[in-house]
């Protein structure tokens, strides 16, 4: 193994759990979140010389990551083919308690871009102006869907418990 | 606590069991050495498109006319893709999904994959992506011309498109459909592009719900162009070889790419509380012409990755025949099913179904599925075929 292997060893060591959770809450899937993270760390394998040995190398990757989602839910190919495997359509479910499933269901539901820029905000803690650029958004466009999302939220959280449980079993079938 | 604290809370705690490192690792390197493989096989690309390119000459000659009895198969040398020149005027074609349209001048081909990717010279964020796809058969442009409005395919994913739609007709009468219908500067079209089987084969009903789906995108300043050559091909793009009546006569096909699921359904088993089934679908995601040699076994590793042994596990089952046509299943899909029963070991395990063997293994992503519950301890686990559709 070259000095060069050794040492992205470690770097993937370090680095993939962080890029594999971050793959899972953008998609909902461990399979595709980890298929994601994969693919951001082959890339960056592939510039690991050019890029040096700075911090700057796991920004890379998360870089990496979230333009290859960004483009796989932009390619109507690739939502073809997610769409064969429809069989698969039963999502994961995380052990949470009841009031966070409900968020968990409500997130799940928000739409891609507003679920994107929750994630990036408040699992990565990155400034709306981070997130803009990572999403090749314009920041008033990242605002006006970071509120829409949690008010949506918020929303969800304040409806009756009866009328969540309905929610949650149309959110299942 | 506010809404932005729970959410905090919430993601670490959805994502507090990460997948391991180690185990992720050795899959990691696996992925470096394929795509090292595919930049290898990229050099021999050309040899690849001279070789289809007479195939698809030979298919598509008036002159020689077609077998009444089915011919055997010859796979073609595996590697990307299929697409290719004809000579002459600037064609470019995909034998294997069966269509192909003039470059026109000004344009070159962007990209080699499983669907043609036109853009125009100098302007890289135009692109118009040609290629089959099967399109849901309740909204899909062949419906009442190619099968009956009321046909129903069980058991197949389709690509969906969202509205809103709206329908129109080719000069030579396929039935259109534009979906996605919300201006802007990006279009995507559905032609109706049936897939024939060659004399003498039972073809499947699905392979009547092929489209053609011509997707195109530019900048403002490029859109006019773009959608005057979109539009173009979405009107002249011609059939060839499978997408012709007479179907693909020429008997040479590649090998599949195949987009693979693993079904963790209670169906195929009767007693799901004790049994975890694991079922395989391998089905062409073109529905284009491809051989299918995969051999397949199920394997239990644990978290670090390292294979466990189990009774009747890593023992390859190779599924072969050509798709979509020459299936047993209605549906055009290959299914295999294991039967994984009585684990008593450690619960931090999982199965995944692996190709293994050949040259070029189909790369194929996994679902991993948990152990089945612990019956009897004295008795072994055991991993078995429960049942087969091909």
């Known amino acids: 193994m070259s000095g060069d292997d050794l040492e992205f060893r470690d770097f993937f060591m370090a680095e993939f759990e962080r890029l594999s959770r971050l793959g899972f809450l953008l998609t909902g899937d461990w399979a595709e979140g980890e298929e994601l993270a994969q693919d951001a760390l082959v890339r960056t394998f592939r510039q690991w010389s050019r890029l040096g040995r700075g911090k700057q190398l796991g920004a890379y990757a998360r870089r990496v990551l979230i333009n290859r989602h960004r483009s796989l839910l932009r390619r109507a190919v690739v939502q073809a083919r997610h769409a064969l495997q429809t069989h698969v359509a039963e999502g994961y479910q995380p052990d949470l308690g009841e009031d966070a499933m409900v968020l968990w269901a409500a997130v799940r539901r928000l739409p891609d871009r507003q679920r994107a820029v929750l994630v990036l905000r408040y699992h990565q803690d990155l400034p709306e102006a981070e997130v803009a650029r990572l999403l090749g958004l314009p920041l008033g466009t990242v605002k006006s869907l970071a509120h829409r999302a949690l008010a949506r939220l918020r ?19 | 606590m506010s809404v932005e604290e729970q959410l905090r809370n919430l ?33 021999g690309v050309g ?21 009444t009895a089915v011919q055997p198969t010859t796979v073609a040398p595996p590697g990307p893709p299929q697409v290719h020149y004809l000579p002459g005027p600037r064609r470019a074609a995909i034998a ?11 344009w070159l081909v962007a990209d080699l994959g499983d669907v043609l990717w036109l853009r125009p010279k100098g302007e890289p964020r135009a692109k118009i992506e040609v290629g089959t796809i099967l399109v849901s058969p309740r909204i899909g442009p062949g419906r009442g011309q190619f099968y009956p409005t009321t046909a129903v395919f069980s058991g197949i994913g389709f690509h969906a498109p969202s509205g809103p739609y709206s329908y129109s007709r080719r000069p030579d009468g396929r039935r259109v459909l534009l979906g996605e219908d919300t201006g802007g500067s990006q279009r995507n079209y559905y032609v109706a592009w049936p897939y024939y089987c060659r004399p003498g084969v039972r073809c499947a009903p699905i392979t ?20 005057r050559v979109g539009e173009a091909i979405v009107r002249d793009a011609r059939p060839i070889t ?14 599949c790419q195949l987009n693979r699921v693993i079904e963790r359904a209670d169906i195929y088993s009767p007693n799901y509380r004790s049994d975890r089934p694991l079922t395989v679908e391998l089905l062409d995601s073109r529905l284009s012409a491809c051989h299918l040699r995969a051999a397949l076994q199920v394997v239990v590793r644990d978290d670090a990755g390292q294979p466990l042994s189990v009774s009747g596990g890593q023992r390859p089952f190779v599924l072969e025949g050509d798709l979509p046509e020459g299936s047993v299943d209605p549906t055009g ?13 450690p619960r931090s395990v999982h199965a995944s179904v692996e190709a293994v063997g050949g040259p070029t293994p189909p790369q194929l992503a996994l679902e991993r599925a948990q152990p089945p519950r612990c019956v009897d301890r004295k008795r072994p686990s055991k991993i078995n075929v429960f049942r087969v559709v091909r």
């Open chain 2, 333 to 345: 899909v290959y299914r295999i099913t294991w039967r994984w029963t009585n684990w008593c070991g």
């Open chain 2, 96 to 106: 294997v999904q069966g269509f192909e349209l003039d470059v026109p001048t000004g």
């Open chain 2, 11 to 43: 993601f670490e705690q959805a994502a507090a069991n990460g997948l391991s490192s180690a185990a992720a690792y050795q899959r990691y390197l696996r992925r470096r050495r394929r795509r090292a493989m595919l930049v290898r096989a990229g050099a």
């Open chain 1, 155 to 173: 929303a969800e959280l304040e409806r009756p418990v009866e009328a969540r449980a309905v929610g949650l079993r149309k959110g299942r079938t």
């Open chain 2, 242 to 255: 499978n997408a012709l009546p007479s179907g693909d006569t020429s008997g040479v096909r590649p090998p």
């Open chain 2, 208 to 227: 009547k719900a092929r489209t053609l789906q011509i997707r195109f995108y530019a900048p403002a300043a490029a859109w006019p162009e773009v959608r």
């Open chain 2, 47 to 67: 040899f690849v498109a001279l070789l289809t390119a007479a195939v698809a000459i030979s298919a598509v000659l008036p002159q020689r006319a077609a077998p």
